[in-house]
């Protein structure tokens, strides 16, 4: 895959443009294989109280060197602005850096985020130095709001949380895309291989996704579709798609026919 | 002797010396320091400052780490939540 082809967020470097969550798999050994499988080298992950009475069980970052990959803690889970900050400073003070997947989410049934907590959350923690990379709903606007107070990408749905239904309102995020002139990483809502492709033709800069690689019936191999799906999309952006059109336009010449 | 205080750590009671500080207790449970955050009575501590924070009758300690999670996430810091 193209080395060049970096993604950069507030500094932050990045190789690959598929990132990946840990939630959902069987075990560690598993996770860890998914994701060696996929080449993500951004993982989220969430932040939740030590089992302190069985001291025996695994640390999942026993097997996700945080040398290796990038530990994008995430607030999942949050439903308030407090709670949102809350966990944010504590993964902060688990000490692995100002970056935070900042969700605050407004409803259990569909997980979509509340965007007016969102932004006031985001605000607070800019200005605690967070970098925040907000996950936010396929709303133009409110992309551009979370731009302007100073989050240095946006991460859009696709689709609800686990889902798999794949690009829900793809002019939506085309109009993110055009408006906002930070990383657009799509997440949440991927089911298969060609919606992560999709996103990356339309120009989006990474894609985010956990449940359609954890939950897929053979997890390491989707992990891999997924990588070349990400890696196709890119090239097919850059090289830039012929227009569509209604009707036919030969490929062999007419000249030289009998 | 050393007295016999009550404090709560992850929500469950738990007896605890007078005295003992956060590293005291962490040391106790068996957990590392690093890649964890501690939470006293609502106030997120320094890690430098772990053996210096005596614990008190009462006090509220939460101890958490990273787990395994995409979005929604429920559950213990145990890798095996859902």
């Known amino acids: 895959m193209d080395a060049n082809d970096r993604l950069t967020i507030a500094g932050h470097e990045f190789r690959s443009r598929l990132w990946v969550g840990t939630g959902k798999y069987k075990d560690f050994a598993e996770t860890k294989k998914a994701i060696e499988a996929s080449g993500a080298d951004v993982v989220t992950v969430a932040v939740r109280r030590v089992n302190i009475t069985d001291r025996s069980k695994e640390n ?199 | 002797m050393v007295n016999e205080i009550q404090i709560q750590v992850n929500g469950e009671p738990r007896g605890w010396r007078d005295g003992g500080t956060v590293a005291d207790l962490l040391s106790d449970l068996a957990i590392a320091t690093e890649r964890v955050a501690v939470e006293l009575n609502l106030e997120i501590l320094d890690r430098k400052d772990f053996g210096q924070r005596s614990l008190c009758e009462g006090d509220r300690v939460e101890i958490l780490g990273f787990i395994g999670g995409g979005c929604e996430t429920k559950g213990e810091s145990d890798g095996r939540e859902r």
Request: aromatic share 6%; hydrophobic share 45%; net charge neutral.
């Open chain 1, 60 to 258: 999942l970052l026993d097997y996700i060197d945080p040398k290796k990959y990038t530990i994008l803690p995430n607030t999942a889970g949050c439903y308030t602005v407090e709670d949102a900050v809350r966990y944010a400073r504590l993964a902060r003070a688990a000490g692995i850096s100002d970056l935070v997947k900042l969700e605050v989410l407004g409803d259990e049934r569909t997980l979509f985020p509340d965007t007016a907590g969102l932004i006031e959350a985001a605000k607070i923690l800019i200005k605690e130095g967070f970098i925040v990379l907000p996950y936010t709903n396929d709303d133009p606007i409110v992309a551009k709001k979370l731009v302007d107070i100073g989050c240095p990408a946006v991460m859009p749905l696709a689709a609800p949380i686990g889902s798999g239904l794949g690009i829900r309102n793809p002019y939506n995020l085309k109009i993110i895309m055009e408006t906002v002139k930070v990383p657009i990483i799509v997440d949440a809502g991927v089911g298969t291989a060609s919606d992560a492709a999709l996103a990356m033709e339309y120009g989006a800069d990474a894609v985010l996704m956990n449940t359609a690689i954890a939950g897929a019936q053979h997890p390491i191999a989707m992990a891999e579709a997924m990588k070349y799906a990400v890696y196709a999309g890119r090239l097919a952006y850059k090289a830039g798609r012929i227009p569509r059109k209604l009707y036919a336009t030969a490929s062999s010449p007419i000249e030289g026919m009998l």
